[in-house]
């Protein structure tokens, strides 16, 4: 008893730092954000009132939320799947390639490394009508007069492009690790037996790379909701909110109505969705999946 | 409790827009040190320092200012608030830079939230109601009554007031401030066979000339819509009869007639005629657009005319926006507030600060440096101003305009408002929605949101 109390005081106070800094600027301030969405906090109350569900109510009566939320939804269907499949393939090709393997990895790297706002800059030029890259390349195909980002229907594939571009190269580094982690006998055998290359790739690599699927996904699925910084500069969630978002709508309810008891709502309905898409991994996937 | 809720959100979302309030102090104590340490070193609190003053105590406001057009602003203005603290030794004044309207705002309530307000900032003029609402600003009649009242005030411009008064009470004072004018490109104006010098003064001339100029990849007419939708459809709804709201912030008037009139002319523009690109038209590709040649006309706030005058390489024009029953634009642009929870030694002091920023002569010179429209009539009367009007006189286009320019759209619950609108005019310009029904739509959603200011 007392020796497992001091084993465990021993491991506690070792966690102490990262679970203060957890209690400080994670759960408390869920707990606060939870509270103060069962109020009506906003412009026209100078004392938050409380009302129960009534944020949540609108909420869902609210036809910009409901856009808001299938656009996220298609806009992680758009990214997440191909955004992987993509990262597989640099990697498998990064890991394969004899020459200028280095140049190859940092290559399909950089767009990582270059820091959002800039991003978002260079891709408004590159989606600008008329005289942008996007539309120079299409107007040797006599099309030249896309708005990429001023109409609706083509906006969230702009977005969605980017955003592909923008996180393969990340994604890549996972699947790169992982290749490295798979035993080279396997390959030796199947080489041995005679076994085709696209016979290896199905039945040794992308099995055992399932591992790094999954969590390549879980981070790719909660960076789909986490999107802002691109919209804010890019289109402000326009045309009539065609590419909004969950957390850029967040921050116009909390910034610019200053509507903070429906903003705490929208953040606790955020932190639901990040909740179950975490749940479906750890509860999920997670026991399907072979670890060598 | 306010305070709280701030933080909370703030944290939540993982953002550190109020990392501004939180340095804001440090700088304080920082100015503390460095006045009570050095006296007369070369800087301009240090300047401030040489000359003793009466009481040897300084009061020390914080300044936050957003910079919303191009060009060099920050050093402009720090060398505005170097010769304030020469001209008042015991003031001194801190200017931080806050980014766009947008963020000034978002720093500015978040640090009235927190109790750390700034002492006197510039924010749009449309924030009047939602300050209001907050608690965070004080009416500015008994300084004004000092300086002579009713005199004083009206050397402003009437139509920058509209902006600042409401209930028989001035609330700022009107500081960058701007009008929407018509650029056009008179190179292009003569390959079309128009005169150049004569350019459209109506809706159906506007409709004409778009018409005739556009053509080989090249647009008649642009009208940017990201951001700044709802104030281009208020050029339609002033010069189709009235404006969108009433003074007191409390009704819109959206759903008339005239406005879907105005807003059908618009669309038709693109849609029908083809004298526009469809769709939504950024804020910022108009003028770069319009300087490579790509658009003949563009609608634009006069704040971009340093801008389009430096960089322009045709010969190009600046007129009133074509008129409908009457010419009209709305006003744009930011006023000077002083807020409430600070000493009331700093209050005055901030007016003192906000009055020698809009002096006549001052207000003359900033309006040759950036392109706004001076706030003053008699700014028009200096020598300076008119030795610059002479050699280049489209600087007194939205001057001349303000005749007829009426105030921006704001309302309380403004940034609920100014979106509703806003996105029903891109539902309208993308063919979603009919201007009829996006109008509709947007009077119902306004009213909702205007309900709880209205019991």
């Given at each position: 008893m007392n020796a497992s109390l001091r084993r465990n005081g021993f491991a506690w106070l070792l966690l102490l730092p990262s679970l203060l800094f957890l209690l400080l600027f994670t759960f408390y301030p869920i707990a606060l954000t939870l509270r103060l969405s069962l109020f009506q906090a906003d412009?026209?109350?100078?004392e938050p009132v409380f009302t129960g569900l009534a944020n949540y109510r609108t909420m869902f009566q609210d036809e910009v939320f409901r856009k808001v939320m299938t656009n996220n939804v298609l806009f992680a269907l758009g990214t997440v799947p191909l955004g992987i499949a993509l990262a597989l393939l640099m990697a498998v090709f990064a890991n394969k390639a004899l020459r200028g393997r280095g140049f190859m990895r940092s290559a399909f790297f950089y767009p990582t490394l270059i820091p959002m706002i800039a991003v978002a800059n260079i891709w408004l030029f590159i989606y600008t009508p008329e005289y942008g890259f996007m539309s120079r390349l299409l107007s040797w195909f006599g099309?030249?007069?896309?708005n990429w980002l001023g109409t609706p229907g083509l906006v969230m594939w702009a977005m969605i492009l980017m955003i592909i571009w923008k996180e393969a190269g990340f994604f890549m580094i996972f699947y790169l690790a992982g290749l490295q982690n798979i035993s080279k006998e396997l390959y030796e055998a199947a080489h041995v037996d005679g076994v085709g290359r696209f016979t290896v790739f199905r039945k040794i690599t992308f099995p055992l790379l399932m591992p790094t699927t999954l969590f390549v996904s879980i981070v790719a699925l909660t960076n789909a909701y986490k999107l802002v910084d691109h919209l804010m500069i890019m289109t402000r969630g326009g045309p009539n909110n065609s590419s909004n978002l969950l957390l850029y709508y967040i921050y116009e309810t909390a910034f610019?109505?200053?509507?903070q008891g429906m903003a705490s709502a929208l953040t606790a309905v955020m932190i639901a969705v990040l909740l179950l898409i975490a749940a479906v991994q750890f509860f999920g996937l997670d026991r399907r999946i072979h670890y060598n | 409790m306010r305070k709280g809720n701030v933080m909370v959100m703030a944290a939540a979302l993982g953002m550190s827009v109020l990392a501004g309030c939180g340095s804001n102090t440090n700088t304080n104590t920082n100015t503390n040190n460095n006045n009570a340490a050095g006296n007369g070193s070369g800087t301009g609190a240090g300047e401030a320092a040489a000359a003793p003053a009466a009481n040897g105590t300084k009061t020390e406001l914080t300044y936050y200012y957003p910079i919303a057009v191009g060009g060099p602003l920050t050093a402009t203005i720090e060398a505005m608030t170097a010769d304030f603290m020469k001209e008042n030794p015991d003031i001194v004044v801190k200017p931080v830079y806050t980014g766009s309207y947008a963020d000034t705002a978002v720093k500015t309530q978040a640090g009235v939230q927190s109790k750390q307000p700034p002492d006197v900032a510039v924010l749009q003029s449309t924030e009047l109601f939602s300050l209001l609402d907050m608690d965070a600003i004080i009416p500015l009649d008994e300084f004004i009554a000092q300086e002579g009242g009713d005199t004083y005030l009206s050397d402003f411009y009437p139509a920058f007031m509209e902006n600042s008064q409401t209930e028989g009470k001035t609330y700022s004072i009107p500081f960058q401030r701007s009008t929407i004018v018509l650029y056009y490109n008179k190179d292009m104006f003569k390959a079309a066979g128009l005169?150049?010098?004569?350019?459209?003064?109506?809706w159906a001339e506007m409709q004409e000339y778009a018409v005739k100029l556009a053509g080989n990849g090249k647009w008649g007419l642009e009208i940017p819509v990201t951001g700044y939708a709802y104030w281009m459809l208020q050029t339609f709804a002033l010069q189709n009869g009235n404006n969108l709201m009433t003074p007191d912030g409390?009704?819109?008037?959206?759903?008339t007639p005239e406005n879907v009139e105005g807003l059908q002319y618009w669309v038709d523009l693109a849609a029908k005629h083809k004298a526009m690109p469809g769709g939504v038209t950024d804020w910022s590709t108009v003028p770069s657009d319009f300087l490579e040649g790509k658009t003949a006309m563009m609608y634009h706030t006069t704040g971009n005319l340093t801008n389009v005058k430096k960089n322009a390489s045709f010969d190009f024009g600046v007129s009133f926006l074509p008129a409908q029953k009457q010419y009209g634009s709305p006003t744009g642009g930011g006023n000077f507030y002083i807020f409430k929870d600070i000493d009331k030694k700093k209050q005055e002091a901030a007016w003192k600060f906000v009055k020698f920023m809009t002096e006549t002569e001052r207000a003359a010179q900033w309006s040759i440096d950036t392109g706004y429209v001076a706030v003053k009539k008699s700014a028009y009367e200096t020598e300076r101003m008119k030795a610059y009007a002479a050699e280049f006189p489209a600087a007194l286009i939205a001057r001349d305009q303000l005749e007829y320019a009426s105030a921006e759209l704001s309302t309380h619950n403004n940034g609920r408002i100014v979106k509703i609108l806003s996105d029903s005019v891109q539902a309208a310009l993308t063919n979603e929605l009919t201007p009829a029904e996006a109008l509709q739509k947007a009077q119902k959603d306004a009213d909702q949101a205007l309900a709880s200011f209205n019991k």
């Open positions: 412009l026209s109350t100078p099309v030249n007069d896309i610019s109505y200053w509507d | 005169d150049p010098e004569k350019p459209p003064a109506t409390k009704k819109v008037m959206f759903n």
